[in-house]
């Protein structure tokens, strides 16, 4: 019996905040189906260990700094020949993102500027080496607050997904006749660092979350890999501009019976 090939054999895959969460999960995951994965992260230590763990490769990169961008993607090109994916992932939700009447503006710059303008500066480096080569998926990682209002307060953090799936949808639409695919992945609440530490400091508030989700519980960050997977390989080559909810169904519920 011949072997199955791996989805993504062959390919080099970039994933930014590749050291933990979903992130992490998508690089075990792409790795899995035979991608060359490059991991973008401040996290050196637990970058490096990862990295050697799936046979890839860990760059420094602080996502909001352009030269670092840069440099992040040139590496993989570099090294594997081609980058045929980018998981623009790296994200943050800090307790001080808030009711708009309580943020104040270095939270409302500091969540900007990681969430939405490292998504910019991820794909603005990206897309020439996708268009040189003819093909290309592109992965933004926005949220279910894209499409709805939250149900807890977080207003930097829902204006900037909002902003990564409307630039998503944009670059979609752009370079989708020169082979050149970009979607953005919605997830609902996940259990991750991020929210245990919520759990930890505002069980009140992650309670607020879960109630409204239908199935009932959060998500692992194995299942958005998967749903990450399917948008990264040739099983989605009809899709760009997309905007790919994996939230439990939480955007479809106008009310969860308990």
């Known amino acids: 019996m011949t072997e199955r090939a791996g989805r993504l054999d062959g390919k080099a895959a970039v994933v930014t905040g590749g050291c933990s969460g979903i992130g992490l999960a998508t690089v075990r995951r792409f790795a899995g189906e035979g991608a060359k994965v490059v991991i973008g992260d401040l996290d050196d230590a637990r970058g490096t260990e990862v990295a050697d763990g ?35 992932n790296a994200g943050i939700s800090p307790p001080e993102d808030d009711s708009i009447l309580d943020t104040d503006l270095d939270a409302w710059r500091r969540v900007q500027e990681v969430n939405l303008t490292s998504v910019y500066l991820c ?17 933004n990682t926005a949220s279910f607050v894209a499409v709805m209002g939250a149900a807890t307060s977080q207003i930097s953090y829902s204006a900037s997904k909002g902003g990564v799936l409307s630039m998503s949808r944009e670059l979609g639409v752009q370079f989708a006749r020169q082979g050149v695919r970009v979607n953005a992945l919605c997830p609902g ?25 239908p199935m009932g519980r959060f998500a692992e960050p194995e299942e958005i890999a998967d749903a990450v997977l399917f948008l990264a390989s040739d099983e989605s080559s009809f899709m760009t501009a997309n905007t790919f ?14």
């Open 54 to 88: 799936v046979g890839g490769l860990f760059v420094h990169c602080d996502v909001t700094d352009k030269d670092q961008v840069d440099a992040l993607f040139r590496t993989a090109k570099d090294t594997y020949g081609s980058v045929d994916v980018a998981f623009n």
């Open 123 to 139: 794909c603005k480096a990206v897309l020439p080496y996708m268009l040189d080569q003819g093909r290309g998926s592109v992965i």
């Open 189 to 213: 609440p996940v259990n991750t660092p991020l929210l245990r530490e919520l759990f930890a400091k505002d069980a009140e508030r992650a309670q607020r979350r879960l109630v409204h989700v």
């Open 245 to 258: 909810l994996v939230d439990g169904g939480i955007s479809g519920a106008y009310v969860t019976p308990l």
